[in-house]
């Protein structure tokens, strides 16, 4: 298994415990968070969610969604986790066929500039980044649901 079967192997499965995780969610607790300053359950999904297509438009074009870009998927009240997950698939998928879609000998040579942020990092530790990213993210929910004494799903299947 080369570095880039072995990052999307990473990307696909902590999607999949992600998505298991928040498919533990009533929608009714979308809302909720733990304090007034912390994420809202909906907020945290999204987020992930929608990373996908951030870290595309960082990989290709160099920047972050622009505000028209932010508002039709950001910006909208929530309502189901379902709807979150069709809403974000398309941008999940091109994701994935980018990374598909990149040479492994890039990997250690290719240099990423984060646009909000003054980090650079070499492609193959910046696509590790986003997947570990995801995976806390999927421990705060985990963490949410123990706080609303949720079942939690089995991640480590
Ligand atoms: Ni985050």
Do not use: C
Not at 107 to 121: D, T, Y
Request: proline share 5%; no cysteine; hydrophobic share 40%.
């Amino acid at each position: 298994m080369n570095a880039k079967e072995l990052i999307l192997l990473d990307l696909k499965e902590t999607r999949r415990r992600f998505l298991k995780t928040a498919y533990g969610i009533p929608d009714a607790y979308l809302n909720w968070q733990p304090d007034a300053t912390a994420l809202s359950i909906g907020h945290m999904i999204r987020h992930v969610l929608l990373h996908d297509y951030s870290w595309y438009l960082i990989l290709t074009e160099h920047r972050l969604p622009a505000d028209e870009e932010r508002a039709p998927l950001w910006e909208l009240p929530f309502t189901s986790v379902q709807d979150e997950v069709d809403r974000s698939i398309a941008y999940h998928e091109q994701f994935i066929a980018y990374v598909e879609s990149l040479d492994v000998e890039d990997f250690e040579s290719k240099l990423i500039q984060w646009p909000h942020r003054p980090i650079a990092r070499y492609l193959g530790d910046t696509l590790e980044r986003k997947s570990y990213h995801d995976a806390v993210h999927t421990g705060q929910l985990l963490q949410y649901m123990r706080m609303l004494q949720l079942d939690r799903p089995d991640i480590w299947d």
